[in-house]
């Protein structure tokens, strides 16, 4: 199993609206995609997006790492003590993983581009 980190962030924001005009106006993103429940950021090769949760339960800064089997990513990972926490209440049912010293993070599937 490998993991690879990837140029996303997901930053858990009360608002993404409101957070968008500072990311935009001050730090100067572009919007690459939008929806009731996140904004889609791009600067330079940085992914970030502002999801919408407005009583956040964990870190509002969630890196993320492609693996090729999320399942089997997700397996290994359990085994290795990590726990799975909820995303948020825009995304009911899916989870992130919590590492033994707190650190919370994303494995997202995707094949390598050479499949």
Sequence with gaps: ???HG???????VPDPAAAEAFWV???GCSVVARTEQYVGLASGALRLYLVRDPARTH???????DVPDRAAAIERLRAA???LVPVGPHAPGEMYVRD???IVFDVV???PATE
Excluded: K, W
């Excluded at 990837?6 to 858990?12: F, Q």
């Design 6 to 12: 990837n140029n996303e962030l997901a930053l858990h």
């Design 25 to 27: 106006d001050v730090m």
């Design 1 to 3: 199993m490998s993991f």
């Design 100 to 102: 033994a010293q707190g």
């Design 109 to 111: 599937e995707r094949r």
């Design 81 to 83: 003590g990590c726990t």
């Design 59 to 65: 870190d509002a800064v969630i890196p993320s790492f």
